[in-house]
């Protein structure tokens, strides 16, 4: 039986769901203006109190550092703003003139948004812009132990966006959490699409509510160090992006595999700049705290930092030989192998640290595979090399979906230091058992219609005999269409030829000349007034092209599908005619 705080969960999401709803029917008929204007408002406002949300996130949470989830929500609010900005959400998003085929960008409804613990207020600054900026409303279920940073956060959105036009109601993020609500959030007859960002088997419910759902795997990302690599900056990027709010996002370091002829430069390099090598005593005690039994990273080590992990194991700071030394930002376990007999081969989410050495990039590419293999596949990989030809044949080969060239793996995978789409939802693809492979967009929460025009008349003589059909044909055949002219064309032909004008059907002369003799003949007629001229129904840049090029006049109406780029030629060039 269900307790009295999950029936009041349920209920609240029934409730915002339907006031979503009711308000995203409103904002799916904003203009791209409109919706620009609301976007930009509320990255603002998050922009604005990026520093104050990342210290509600550390002190409630207790995950990550505050510089850090300072700078994710910067990134949130102003590099994935940045991206979106020019996007167009709203009437063509796109035009292939060759093809004849235009596409059109359509809200998708409601989107459930689902927001972790580890990175709450950046993922649900990203997911509240995202989904305003595809013209849809957004509901967020909170983590429980993120749940007012991320109330915060949707507040201040909430409030700069409603002040920037958006009806009451399209925002919204339950404040009554539980599991249940949140599965009533999902799989609600008025949600539309799930963005789920959590634990695998919050990700699994989402798959199995019954609609759309971007869910995203683990990450046990391996960086691989090949022998041409400059060592220094490999290994400040892998210990800069290990070390990153401790190890919180999913995309960060989780193995550093090296090739043997730099093995030592490497070890150096990583004290250097600030990992420490536990004995294979400490690195069994350090089994032991990290890894629960179910081969999940515990949470109690989940976003500290090394010095606490390492205080919690019982390992001491003191400047004797063999302890750890001060300014310790990852704790690196040597291991010989992956998998269920080598427990800190999972995804720790923490600054702890794999090591492996291998003879060689083909070797170092098996044991990438391996890594990924353990929980994180599809996810993303890291390599630094020089020889771009090992780079294109890890790319090929391994089963991630991000390939992070030179460059920390949780900077690059995200879009921060690389030049993919800033997000804070990164997809595995089928490898992982995702629906995409790609960096969550405003794109994938749009339905996408084609108008598309006839570009190939159908005749299947043609067909046939193009296609090297073999048989005898016995379908039945299209009964030839009348060659002799009609009544229309011989009057065309008479009043042409009453003025000395050869008929545009013998000249072959453009089709369009044929219609305005026409008018003109039947304005000279004293038999029938001139025929009302009647608006076009859509009117794309080659049309205007055409117009400009002729001469000529188009007609058009409120009720006309203008294109973006028409409308801006056609108004340059004054040639629409309102009817």
């Given at each position: ?304 930092s090394a010095r606490f992990i390492a205080d919690l194991a019982g390992f001491s700071f003191s400047a004797s ?35 492996y050495v291998v003879d060689d990039w083909k070797e170092g590419c098996e044991r990438a595979k391996q890594v990924l ?207």
């Amino acid at each position: 039986m269900a307790s009295d705080k999950d029936l009041r969960s349920i209920q609240q999401a029934r409730d915002l769901v339907l006031a979503a709803h009711e308000a995203w029917e409103s904002y799916a008929h904003s203009s791209q203006e409109e919706v620009d204007r609301i976007v930009a408002a509320s990255a603002v406002a998050a922009s604005d109190a990026s520093y104050e949300l990342a210290k509600l996130a550390v002190e409630e949470t207790g995950y990550g550092i505050v510089e850090h989830k300072f700078i994710k929500n910067k990134f949130a609010s102003e590099d994935v703003y940045a991206f979106i900005r020019d996007m167009k959400t709203v009437g063509i998003i796109r035009e292939i003139p060759e093809r004849k085929v235009y596409e059109i960008a359509e809200p998708v409804g409601v989107v459930a948004a689902v927001i972790p613990s580890t990175n709450p207020t950046s993922t649900a600054i990203y997911k509240i812009l995202i989904s305003l900026k595809s013209r849809n409303g957004i509901v967020l279920s909170p983590h429980p132990a993120a749940k007012n940073c991320i109330l915060e956060t949707t507040e201040v959105m909430k409030r700069a966006a409603i002040a920037a036009g958006a009806p009451e109601g399209l925002v919204a993020c339950l404040s009554e959490v539980s599991l249940q609500g949140t599965q009533e959030l999902m799989s609600h007859r008025r949600t539309s699409v799930i963005l789920a960002t959590g634990g695998m088997g919050l990700v699994r419910a989402a798959y199995s509510s019954g609609k759309p759902a971007f869910g995203v795997g683990p990450g046990n990302v391996p960086a691989y160090v090949e022998s041409s690599a400059d060592i220094p900056k490999a290994v400040r990027d892998i210990i800069t992006g290990k070390s990153y709010d401790n190890g919180t996002l999913c995309c960060s370091e989780q193995a550093l595999i090296c090739d043997r002829a730099v093995e030592r430069e490497v070890r150096e390099q990583v004290q250097h700049q600030g990992g420490y090598f536990l004995s294979k005593e400490q690195a069994a005690t350090l089994a032991q705290l990290a890894v629960l039994p179910s081969r999940l990273a515990n949470p109690e080590i989940v976003g500290k930092s090394a010095r606490f992990i390492a205080d919690l194991a019982g390992f001491s700071f003191s400047a004797s030989e063999g302890s750890l030394p001060e300014g310790t930002r990852v704790l690196v376990v040597e291991l010989d192998g992956v998998g269920r007999d080598y427990p800190l081969s999972i995804e720790k989410l923490s600054p702890i640290l794999a090591f492996y050495v291998v003879d060689d990039w083909k070797e170092g590419c098996e044991r990438a595979k391996q890594v990924l293999r353990y929980g994180g596949m599809g996810h993303t990989l890291s390599i630094h090399s020089k020889n771009d030809d090992i780079i294109r044949e890890f790319a090929l080969q391994t089963p991630a979906s991000r390939i992070v060239a030179n460059s920390p793996a949780t900077h690059g995978a995200v879009g921060f230091s690389t030049g993919l789409a800033p997000a804070m939802t990164l997809g595995c693809g089928s490898y992982g058992g995702n629906i995409t492979s790609d960096n969550i967009t405003p794109l994938h929460l749009i339905n996408v219609k084609r108008l598309a025009y006839e570009i190939r008349a159908v005749d299947v003589d043609e067909a046939l005999a193009a296609y090297g059909y073999p048989g005898e044909i016995t379908a039945p055949r299209p009964r030839a269409m009348s060659t002799r002219p009609s009544s229309l064309e011989s009057r065309v032909s008479s009043f042409l030829e009453s003025r000395g004008v050869t008929s545009p059907r013998s000249s072959g002369a453009d089709a369009s000349f044929e219609g305005e003799a026409l008018q003109a003949m039947t304005a000279s007629s004293s038999e029938a007034p001139a025929p009302a001229v009647v608006a076009l129904e859509f009117v794309s840049e080659d049309d205007v092209r055409g117009a400009v090029s002729n001469g000529r006049k188009l007609p058009v109406s409120p009720a006309t599908v203008i294109t973006p780029s028409a409308r801006e030629l056609g108004n340059e060039h004054n040639i629409f005619v309102r009817v």
